[in-house]
C-alpha cells in the first residue's frame, strides 16, 4: 500500500505525497481537480513511485494568487529538490504534464526523462475560448463537475466515474480554480520550446480525447529531440484510470534502463 507523508519545501509550504516501491525515482503529477491517489494502478510500477497532491490540492499548500503555469513548474522543482533523491523521472497527466514539459525545459538537470499524459498543446481558437469560459465558471463557483465527467468517461464506466466525481467535489474551489486557470492559459506556455526537451520522452493520449488529440501528441512528440508518441484507441480523457494496463506497461517500457542509452 501507498504510504502518505508530508514533504516540506524551501519556502515553507507543504506537499502530501504517496510513495511506493523502490528503485529509481519516479515523481507523478496529477491534473486539476484531482489528488495524488489518481495514480493509484500506477503506483504499482517497478520504480520508488511518488504521487504528490498538487498546490491546493488534497492536502498541499495553494500557491500564492494569480499563480500560473511557470509558478507550478518552479513549485515542482522545490518539490524534487525537497526529496533529496537527484534527478527523477517525471510523469504528469492534463495539467500534470504541462508541469512536467516545463519541468524538463526549465530545469533539465532535474530530469531524468518525461511523460506526458493527455497533455495539451496549442489549442484552437475555440477549444480555447470554451476552456477559459470553464476557467471563468470555476472562479466564480458556478462550475458543474457533470460536464467534464461526461467528457472523461463513457457510460459505462460508472464506479471509475463517481471514484472521480468524489475527488473533485472535495477539492478546494480556490486550489481548482487557481489551477484550471493556469491550465487554460498553459498550452502556449512552453509550446514553442519543446524541441529544448532532450530527455526520453513519452507522449500518450486516447483517441476519444477531444481536448488532448492524438494529433497533439504527435506534434508534441515531433518536437522534442528523443520523443515518442503513443495513442490508445477506445478511451477518453481518464485512460490511466479506465486503460491501467496499457498505461501502465508503456510507462514501464519509457522507464526502461535502455531508454537512457538512446
Known sequence: ??????????????????EAGAGQPLLLIHGVGLRAEAWGPQMRLEAHVIAVDMPGHGDSTPLPPGARLPDYVAWAARVIEALGLGPVSVAGHSMGSLIAAGLAIDHPHLVTRVALLNGVHRR???ARAAVLGRAAEIATGVGSIQAPLARWFTPDQADLRDQVAGWLRAVSPAGSAAAYRA??????????RLGEIACPALVLTADGDPNSTPE?????????????????????H???LTAPRAVTQALRDWLAPEEIAR
Open 1 to 18: 500500500m501507498p504510504t502518505p507523508r508530508t514533504l516540506r519545501l524551501s519556502d515553507g509550504s507543504t506537499v502530501r505525497v504517496l
Open 216 to 236: 497533439m501528441t504527435r506534434a508534441m512528440a515531433a518536437m522534442m529531440q528523443n520523443g515518442q508518441a503513443f495513442v490508445i484507441p477506445g478511451h477518453r
Open 183 to 192: 491550465f487554460a492559459e498553459g498550452d502556449t506556455a512552453y509550446a514553442d
Open 124 to 126: 484552437t481558437p475555440e
Open 238 to 240: 481518464m485512460v490511466n
